[in-house]
């Protein structure tokens, strides 16, 4: 895929969730899921966000946004942070970050 952003999750007994979370926030036919085993690769061409509400919408009202550091191993692409969201984007000689998109 090129210009592939995104998370790199380690397996765990709520990867599936959150990949669903992933594909919520997401047109579906564009995210890619990787099962490697040991670990998800959940990527989009650009531009793949997660939202908070998606998270609790599966995980439950008590998941926090800074648990998901603990399941991402890596990712791909720039990311943004914030308690709302995080966002995975391809920059490219672009001088400004995705905002709140």
């Known amino acids: ?8 999750l ?3 007994d709520e990867v599936e969730l959150v990949v669903r979370a992933i594909q919520d926030d997401n ?3 564009s995210v890619e899921v990787l099962d490697c085993g040991a670990y998800v690769r959940v990527q ?3 531009f793949l966000k997660l939202t908070r509400a998606s998270l609790e919408r599966h995980l ?5 946004m ?3 550091e603990s399941m991402m191993s890596a990712f791909a692409g ?3 942070t914030s308690t709302d969201q995080i966002v995975w984007y ?4 672009q001088t400004s970050s995705p905002g709140n998109a």
């Open 10 to 12: 380690r397996m765990c």
């Open 27 to 29: 047109p579906s036919d």
């Open 60 to 64: 439950g009202a008590g998941f926090q």
């Open 66 to 68: 800074s648990q998901l």
């Open 44 to 46: 989009r061409s650009g």
């Open 1 to 8: 895929m090129e210009d592939a952003v995104g998370p790199v």
């Open 90 to 93: 391809f920059r490219t000689g």
């Open 78 to 80: 720039r990311i943004q």
